[in-house]
């Protein structure tokens, strides 16, 4: 079975700050790790991807994150947190082989403060 | 249109009634997933479809429960004999590919929020 874990609901930055939202998740085969943002009165998007590729990816907005498989864990950051980053964030995983079926984390809201 | 459209935007019912939720996928789009979300949770799979047939129904949670996609492209989901606990977000998304190799993007829609009093 898989699972994701979101630690911390609620994270709180100033704008200008190291964006760090944490995501450990299990596995039993290789697992596919998606980040998704969702805007107040909007639908989810998506901030990026990591498909077996580089470990190291880019998103939108200037958000990366790196898929660790020795610490089960795909956590998301931004260099410097804009006040526009403020939303809901959801880390997620599938399998390879029915990739359509996406499990979601709990998610973490982040605050941003001027 | 440009996104995945649903309608209604809010749904408030009493226990025991019967609601149908519409999700209008982005054109060509030949997947279309329902997942609900419940207050302080993420989105729970339940249902995807592969053009008009529902290939993966696993999420659903009970014969209450039910989708249709015709035509292959507008779904309704339908929920008969409403309880409190059904209460939540329900969120449709649509893709263009489902393929191992090309990761299909899912595009959500803003959802549809059910409150069953």
């Known amino acids: 079975a898989q699972s994701v874990t979101q630690l911390g609901s609620h994270v709180s930055v100033s704008e200008g700050a190291l964006v760090l939202l944490r995501c450990n998740y299990s596995s039993s085969v290789p697992p596919y790790l998606f980040w998704y943002v969702q805007y107040p009165n909007q639908g989810l998007q998506l901030l990026l991807k990591y498909t077996s590729a580089a470990t190291l990816v880019k998103g939108i907005n200037g958000f990366e994150a790196e898929f660790k498989k020795s610490e089960t864990s795909f956590h998301l950051t931004k260099p410097s947190a804009h006040m526009s980053d403020a939303a809901e964030y959801f880390c997620a995983v599938t399998r390879m082989d029915s990739s359509y079926k996406l499990i979601f984390g709990s998610g973490t809201r982040l605050l941003v403060r001027p | 249109g440009a996104g995945v459209s649903q309608t209604p935007s809010n749904k408030v019912t009493e226990k025991g009634k019967y609601v149908e939720l519409r999700c209008d996928p982005i054109s060509g789009h030949t997947a279309l997933y329902w997942y609900r979300q419940s207050l302080g949770q993420g989105p729970e799979f339940l249902i995807y479809?592969?053009?008009?047939?529902?290939?993966?129904d696993s999420g659903l949670p009970n014969d209450r429960f039910f989708a249709v996609r015709p035509e292959g492209s507008v779904s309704t989901l339908k929920i008969q004999r409403t309880e409190r606990g059904d209460s939540a977000v329900y969120l449709c998304a649509s893709s263009l590919s489902t393929s191992q190799r090309d990761t299909g993007e899912l595009f959500f829609g803003e959802g549809s929020r059910l409150t069953v009093l």
């Open positions: 479809f592969q053009g008009t047939g529902a290939a993966d």
